[in-house]
């Protein structure tokens, strides 16, 4: 390993012009930080001030108090401090969702008489039998949902019981007799195993070939080669500058400016050892060379004569592994240290865990950064008022955002980080930052993505709360269980629920920067950015509401909708075209913001999809609507297409948006064989919803085909879904 420059920090080695700011360079010099601001003593005395914390220097050799103002935010802070301002005030309107809804249940009668389905007739309903996929006799079956089974709530037969996860929507009984309909033709497939392994069986983890990485003990040609000898200064600056401009955009936890002018050159003089610092630097090496390969890399295989989206080294021998393994055989000397860099090993392990579709060892070194985190701020509360608080809380919010993830959609039981929100407050990326992290930021605004994901999280786990702990969703309709009480033909908790956290959601769409905001019935449109978004209001509504259903001054299905031109495309259905490259991902950047969006639009609706599956004759027009929301909602999102589904190493939680789309693509079928369900689509999801439907079900299909190969949880899904849409031969 050769010495590094003489000024590291004078020569910036990019990873990419895909990955850079620009393509016309290949090597930038590097400016030093950006001030935030001079303490007070050095402002009084008009001298430049070192910015060192707590005390400068100035004030260490005098012996002076040393007192930094808040810095007053720039033009192009505030957006920023809106977005965490407005997190803060849905947080109240939140807090008194839950006693409204509770509210909203005690309604007896009193409400208008719920109306019907209009034009639905007895005999839309007779040839349900003929099928092959629901019971006529359906109605009349009494049944038990999967659930959480750490709740304490008793789901009684009798009873609805709102679920997240896709698995725990396998068990809908419409579901379950598709699942029949299709066993003889699946014979390697165990579906009565599903209600008790559960997700488990759906991620493959008992397969062989979903073991873990190779170790050490494997690669012992490669290790034998000597990779330290690999650690050129070309090479680390290549990884190191990759991982920033791709990784760390998703996940702020690493500070660019300290790794790349303070740590990297000291461990570039002093060697690699056994020091975490050494092992932080190794993962974001092994999560750089990630990032190169899966972006620039050769595909894993051909399928169709389609080159994969996965890219990069092979299903056993992922891109990074040899730098991987060895921070792996590192990270046991600081396995119980507690620091913020416990927390950043962490979660820089789990990150590369996903990249190479490992989902049990991704969740196992999530919840362990968030314990690692518990850890931190309960034996050092003081970090939180230390010079890297901000970064904490990044680091934690991160954490938190995941771990709501695995909850929700795969049920992993949460670790507690979720009662230290209060404690640790919301980032506000204060503090000097390099010149690379203002380009990144200008160009991809990765700070208003991440406060963005921050505000939907929070939005998510309110819903889900106040959905799953009101009063049982259960109705009296001649003693037949519905997701919506009807006493007395009044209109139904869920209906009146789902309402509220309808508008709250599409308040959220409404008040993101006009750079962040698209068309909602156009996932796949570019940002607006022809909005100043610093004048005019500080909110400006959704450009169309997101529950048309919910809304009674809504425009009447019958009535033709008015035509707008298309907005210019970001994300194409195209997945035979070259791809477009965006700098800084900003591609996947914003498609896991909308994709998130609309999974969360998917699930608050889901209910009613339910009822007009299972209890067609009680569907009144408010539910065969948000049936049509629910539908609507689960179709195109941007994760899916090009070019973000191109390079699939990349995107974070990977698995989670494929439990997604196999669940989806089974509901999206079942609305093409349930007379009820047929009507809905025809009549109240808008004239574009049949093709916007097919580019859908390609899209996902595609998507777990390409992962098949690689992912034993997806081969899973494959073999289901090639058989419910006759792919025969996939």
Partial sequence: MGDPPATPTSASVDASPSIGSSSSANIRKERGAIAAQACDTCRSRKQRCDEQRPKCGTCQKFRLECNYREPIPTKKDKTLVEILERLKGLDDRLLGLEAKVDDLSHRGSGGPPAQGFPHLQASDFASQADTGMIDPALTAVSFNLQHDSSRNTTVGQDQYKYVSSVHQMLGWPAVQQLFASIQARLPNVNFSSLERDGVSHMLGVHRPESQGLPSESTLRSERSSGVLSTLTWENVRMWSQAYFDTINLFYPILDRQSFMQETLPSLFRSGFSNSISSTIALLVFALGEVSLEGREGAPVHVYNGRASGVKGGSKSHPPGLALFNEARSRMGFDLTECSLENVQ????????????????????????????????????????????????????????????????????????????????????????????????????????????QIVLRRLLVG??????????????????????????????????????????????????????????????????????????????????????????????????????????????????????????????????????????????????????????????????????????????????????????????????????FFGILVLLHLSTTVPLLRRIRSTLCGERFEMDARETVGLYLDWLKDLRPIDAGTAWHWEVVRVIYGLEGG
């Fill in 463 to 660: 819903f889900h709360h106040a959905l799953s702990n009101s009063a049982p969703m259960s109705a009296q309709l001649g003693g037949v269980p519905t997701p919506f009480n009807s006493a007395n033909n009044s209109p139904g908790l869920s209906q009146l629920a789902i309402q509220q956290l309808a508008l709250q959601l599409e308040e959220w769409r409404g008040m993101l920067p006009p750079h962040l905001r698209w068309q909602e019935d156009c996932p796949g449109a570019f940002p607006n950015t022809t909005t100043d978004m610093f004048s005019g209001s500080t909110h400006t509504p959704a450009s169309t509401p997101i529950s048309p259903s919910m809304s009674h001054t809504s425009q009447p299905p019958s009535l033709p909708s008015v035509s707008t031109p298309s907005p210019p495309l970001m994300f194409t259905t195209d997945l035979d075209s070259p791809p477009v490259q965006y700098p800084y991902v900003l591609d996947i950047q914003v498609a896991l913001l909308r994709s998130r969006y609309y999974y969360t639009k998917y699930l608050l609706h889901r209910p009613f999809l339910y009822k007009a599956l299972h209890y067609p004759d009680s569907v009144t027009q408010d539910d065969a609507l948000g049936a049509a929301e629910c539908l609507k909602a689960s179709l195109k999102w941007p994760v899916a297409m090009s070019p973000t589904c191109k390079h699939k190493r990349l995107v974070p939680c990977m698995f989670f948006f494929t439990q997604n």
């Fill in 345 to 452: 090993i962490f979660a820089l392990a789990s990150a590369y865990y996903g990249s190479c579709f490992y989902p049990m060892d991704f969740w196992r070194m999530t919840a362990s950064a968030s314990l690692a985190f518990q850890a931190l701020i309960t034996s050092n509360p003081g970090e939180l008022s230390s010079p890297r608080a901000d970064l904490i809380r990044r680091a934690f919010w991160h954490c938190s955002i995941l771990e709501t993830s695995l909850n929700l959609e795969l049920g992993f039981p949460l670790t507690g980080l979720e009662r230290m929100e209060n404690t640790v407050g919301l980032p506000t990326f204060s503090g000097p930052f390099c010149e690379d992290d203002v380009i990144s930021n200008q160009q991809s605004h990765f700070q208003e993505h991440f406060a963005s």
